[in-house]
């Protein structure tokens, strides 16, 4: 490594978690979530969580992007603390950088596909027009069919679409392909892979596919609360030739 | 349009059914309110406006005989602005076409030129001539209902001489907004006529040329009212005046304030109930919605929507509802206010109408229906705005159902009941969200008790004259003298044709004062034992007459500030004018009427003079009831005659006229508000367990077992609400009763078993109707739609 690289390297970080846990009380019990998690998404990376049900890769998501608070730790995104923001600091953080994109889509169902992208671009900086994001994700023919209208697979593009119009700096995937068959997880793999590599969008792609792994920088394995193993892939496979 | 404004508009349209069953008893509310505030606001201005153009006055009082040259005296009085006097006198009047004599109010109106006080308006026809002194001018009502026009004939006893009087108009007076003759509890236009006729006629035929027996004043502003009165008190008592009384004593005044007490009544009772429920449903159906788009919430919250945002938009949907409830309320008030203050203008005789809706009328309703709706939603959208991200993210967990709910504390009392499944189904979701289910049956409950309540007006005013009809004044015909008699008259009237009994009363003009109260009535001496005008009170117990004490009505009781054993100062004005203190030997409760009685042996004796009658009750064979009322029409010495059952068979026609209309509104509105209940709480069930009664289709049950499961519900919860409606409506009529109750008089709390059969069933249709509407979306239920889609 280089020094310029060196230096680069502190802004270069996206996120970075100190000690985090999470517990949640269920009545009498507590439940461990997270029982001290230190990791560094670098910026522009494409990374992969997998591990058991139930290890916590939800919750670590759900933490990084702001949707929930650790227990104790704290977490930095470049070089704010968000685990510090209240209510209102998170959802401009949100606002400003994170796009979502869950297992079941969870597009409004009142809202054509075209509607579902708007709901957030309206409400962003700098954002793609709609129908490009559609387009981006080969969906630039459905654009005035709902959600209903619609496979799951397409839903689901409908979602990434929605999800990279605002051009966010992080992409967090929760189990994106979860309840498509191969080809289409395929097809969205490809999509978040071309957009990670196009706009540079930091990726965390949580998935039970180990395929998947192959294709990112690398793989984060989840055990209990805790980050278990990482693995840092040389060469990337294209998503194109994954198979499962 | 932003797309999150669209989703809130499609969300609407999805929900319209239950959008629209909101805003309908939200209209009720604001319509009742617009309708009440309006209705007061029109009469209030109406009464102002006719007072003033025609110059009503401030103080009444009569004499006997005063000279016209104590009228520049009494106008001296500090304060008076005006008076005005007359002559006036009450005489019998023989009405072509109706059996029975009426009874005529004889008033003069000066030869030159208007009244200075208490000024007629000509409906039709023209006004009297100078010198034609057998031209009258009668009141419109009393024309109408005896189909009289100008051109027409009545003959009047006038004076013990029989005239004919030839009608030439109709007019309206500021005196006989409300026209009742005196003594009388109800209104009866066909046997009660003012008759308007030229000062010199009346003087001529009374007798009373350059003098008065009648006098009105005006008061200034700043003026006294009670100080005036003791003024011109002291001023006619040497002509036998009979007591000077402001407007709140004067009958057509006072029935006019009672009926707009009762308008504010409605308004402060009836419009509560509706928001009440409004606000409850808002609630129920904001927070369901919240529940179901919990996952959307969580999703515009990850895309950085903030919480303000988010609730913004929920209460926008719920303000959308209300404001659609708030308009159609005003438009629906308008209208109906427009139609009451039209039965209003038909009931009392007001020449001209001010249908007044002040902006400021639909302004505190519109506000009233906003905040009190609004309010009720708010919880569910903090709710909304509460969810944390992340949870709204994961689907709500399972419903958790109690086992103890399934029925199982009936098989505790009943061990060989078996409880079907759907049926413990139908008991678990009941018990599962009890707050609501208490809610719904609150709601139920409140539609049932708005039909008690206001159906309950036509039972409490059927008794209040069954009371006063049947139990105390059990006269058929009851008739007054032109001067008191001797008791030797008894002989005469009991051999006039078809008397099967007689009673002598006599009755004098006192003025009581107890304390600082004072108040003019007519004292009645009746005898012991009377059987046919009787002293009983409302439980129908016989009320002893107290040998030397007086017998005061329940609310001249109050008014007098005065109880059993209270001594009051009366002041008799008539004859020899003698005062005396008197204790009260007992007060008998009544529902109408503000009246004193004492035993005819002590008011002889009080009045220090020998026994004699004013008049007499007569109980009559009806066979020859037409031959008694001819021979009447034809006794000189009768000046009135009342028969009992015509009176109560108008007023009859006239409540029903106009109680009529005001209950075919409250059945509209108590349907709305089941409706309303109903449709809301079947569609919440409905979405709740689509899933559920889904499955239970695809396992093999029918439509009808499943209708079973979600509507047997409803039909529970209906039943429970019924009986808890009916008390619920009985503590309202209680409310009322207590509230409403003022001078003239007291509603009786009585409830017919009919009325809360009446109310039941209304709810109960309206309940049917609205779950059949229900229970057709079961048949559209898709259910390999609803299988596939995530909870
Ligand atoms: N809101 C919550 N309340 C209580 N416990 C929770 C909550 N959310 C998650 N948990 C618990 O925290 C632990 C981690 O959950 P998490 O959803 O992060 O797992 P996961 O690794 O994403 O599992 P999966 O692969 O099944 O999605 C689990 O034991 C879960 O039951
Ligand atoms: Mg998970």
């Not at chain 1, 603390?81 to 950088?97: C, M, N, P, Q, V």
């Not at chain 2, 103080?59 to 006097?85: E, K, N, S, W, Y």
């Not at chain 2, 009720?376 to 705005?385: C, D, E, I, N, Q």
């Not at chain 2, 006239?654 to 569609?683: H, K, Q």
Request: contains cysteine; glycine residues 8%.
């Amino acid at each position: 490594m280089t020094t310029s690289d060196q230096t680069d390297a502190t802004t270069a970080i996206s996120f970075r978690t100190v000690g985090v846990t999470k517990v949640y009380q269920r009545g009498e019990t507590e439940v461990h979530a997270l029982r001290g998690v230190d990791i560094e998404i670098l910026d522009g990376e494409f990374a992969v969580l997998m591990g058991p049900s139930g290890s916590g890769k939800s919750t670590l998501l759900n933490i990084l992007g702001g949707l929930d608070r650790p227990t104790a730790g704290a977490v930095f995104f470049r070089d704010r603390e968000i685990s510090a923001l209240d209510a209102k600091g998170l959802t401009i953080f949100r606002r400003a950088s994170v796009g979502f994109i869950f297992q079941f889509y969870n597009l409004i169902p009142s809202l054509t596909a075209c509607e579902n992208v708007q709901l957030v671009t309206e409400i962003s900086r700098d954002p793609m027009a709609p129908e490009e994001a559609l387009r981006l994700v080969d969906m630039g023919d459905r654009i005035d069919h709902f959600p209903s209208q619609l496979s799951g697979g397409e839903q689901q593009r409908v979602a990434v679409a929605r999800a990279i119009a605002k051009r966010p700096e992080v992409l967090l995937c929760d189990e994106p392909t979860g309840a498509l068959d191969s080809a289409t997880g395929i097809t969205v793999m490809e999509i978040l892979e071309r957009v990670n590599a196009e706009l540079g969008t930091t990726t965390l792609v949580i998935t039970h596919n180990s395929g998947i792994a192959d294709m990112a920088d690398r793989g984060l394995a989840f055990g209990d609360g805790r980050i278990v193993d990482t693995r840092t892939n040389t060469t990337k496979r294209p998503a194109r030739e994954l198979a499962w | 349009m932003t797309a999150i404004n669209r989703k809130l508009l499609r969300d609407l349209g999805r929900m319209r059914g239950q959008a629209v069953a909101i805003a309908l008893v939200i209209a009720g509310g604001v319509a009742t309110l617009v309708t009440a505030l309006g209705t007061i606001s029109s009469l209030e201005d109406t009464r102002t406006a006719f007072y003033q153009r025609y110059r009503f006055a401030h103080i009444f009082a009569r004499a006997r005989r005063a000279p016209q040259h104590l009228a520049p005296r009494i106008a001296d009085i500090p304060g008076v602005m005006r008076t005005q006097t007359r002559i006036a006198h009450d005489v019998l009047v023989d009405v072509a076409g109706l059996a029975e004599p009426a009874r005529g109010r004889l008033l003069s109106l000066p030869t030159d030129g208007r009244p200075a006080l208490n000024d007629i308006v000509v409906r039709t026809g023209r006004g009297l001539r100078t010198g034609h002194v057998d031209e009258v001018i009668v009141n419109v009502r009393f024309a109408e209902a005896n189909d009289l026009v100008a051109g027409d004939t009545v003959s009047a006893n006038i004076n013990g001489k029989r005239r004919r009087l030839r009608i030439v108009g109709t007019a309206l007076s500021p005196e006989f907004v409300y026209a009742i003759s005196p003594g009388e509890v109800v209104p009866d236009n066909r046997r009660f006529g003012v008759l308007w006729m030229s000062r010199t006629a009346l003087e001529a035929a009374f007798d009373l040329k350059s003098a008065f027996n009648d006098v009105s004043l005006a008061l200034r502003r700043d003026a006294v009212a009670e100080d005036v009165v003791a003024r011109l008190d002291d001023l006619l008592e040497p002509f036998g005046g009979t007591g000077g009384y402001s407007r709140r004593e004067h009958v057509s005044d006072a029935f006019l304030r009672s009926e707009l007490e009762q308008l504010r009544l409605m308004a402060r009772v009836l419009p509560p109930i509706f928001l009440g429920v409004a606000a409850f449903l808002l609630n129920i159906v904001v927070a369901r919605l919240v529940e179901t788009e919990r996952e959307q919430i969580g999703i515009l919250k990850a895309f950085g929507y903030s919480n303000a945002a988010i609730g913004w938009t929920y209460l926008k949907l719920v303000l959308a509802i209300v404001l659609a409830g708030v308009v159609s309320g005003w438009i629906l008030g308008a209208w109906m206010g427009h139609g009451m203050t039209g039965l209003y203008a038909d009931y009392f005789g007001f020449p001209f109408l001010r249908y007044t809706m002040a902006p400021s009328v639909f302004a505190i309703a519109g506000a009233v229906g906003i905040l009190a709706a609004a309010g009720g939603a708010l919880f569910a959208v903090r709710r909304a705005t509460r969810l944390a991200p992340a949870v709204a993210m994961q689907p709500p967990p399972p419903t958790i159902y109690g086992r103890s709910s399934g029925g199982g504390f009936l098989q505790t009392f009943v061990p060989q009941m078996r409880i079907r499944p759907a049926t413990r189904m139908l008991l678990r979701h009941i018990a599962r969200w009890p707050a609501r289910s208490l809610l719904t049956c609150a709601g139920m409950a409140f539609a049932v008790a708005l039909l008690v309540s206001s159906l309950f007006f036509f039972d409490a005013i059927d008794e209040m004259m069954d009371a006063f009809f049947s139990r105390t004044q059990r006269q058929d015909v009851t008739i007054s003298f032109t001067e008191p008699r001797s008791e030797n008259v008894l002989y005469e009237v009991a051999a006039l044709p078809g008397v099967l009994a007689a009673e002598l009363y006599r009755a004098v003009p006192v003025r009581l004062r107890h304390g600082h109260h004072s108040r003019l009535v007519a004292l009645t001496g009746i005898d012991e034992g009377a059987d046919l005008s009787r002293l009983v009170d409302v439980h129908d117990a016989p009320v002893a007459l107290p040998p030397a004490g007086l017998v005061l009505t329940s609310s001249l009781a109050k008014l007098l500030g005065a109880g059993a054993g209270s001594t009051i100062d009366v002041e008799v004005l008539e004859g020899s004018r003698p005062t005396r203190t008197l204790p009260v030997g007992a007060v008998v409760e009544e529902f109408v009427g503000t009246a004193a009685y004492l035993s005819r042996g002590a008011l002889t004796e009080l009045m220090r003079e020998s026994p004699a009658a004013s008049g007499a009750h007569l109980l009559v064979d009806p066979l020859t009831q037409r031959r008694l009322f001819q021979q009447l029409k034809a006794t000189p010495l009768v000046q009135s005659v009342s028969v009992q059952g015509t009176t109560l068979a108008t007023f009859r026609a006239i409540v029903d006229e106009t109680m009529g209309a005001m209950a075919s509104f409250y059945v509209l509105f108590a349907s709305m508000i089941a409706i309303g209940v109903v449709y809301n709480a079947g569609r919440l069930s409905l979405s709740e367990r689509a899933r559920e009664l889904a499955s239970l289709r695809v396992l093999g049950f029918t439509l009808g077992e499943i209708a079973y499961v979600l509507l047997g519900e409803l039909a529970l919860l209906t039943l429970l609400a019924l009986p808890l409606g009916c008390l619920l409506g009985y503590g309202i009529a209680a409310y009322l009763t207590a509230s409403f109750d003022t001078e003239l008089m007291r509603l009786p709390l009585v409830i017919l078993p009919a009325t809360y059969g009446y109310s039941m069933l209304v709810v109960i249709a309206a309940t049917t109707v609205t779950s059949l509407v229900v229970a057709r979306r079961l048949a559209r239920l898709d259910l390999v739609a609803v299988l596939k889609a995530r909870e």
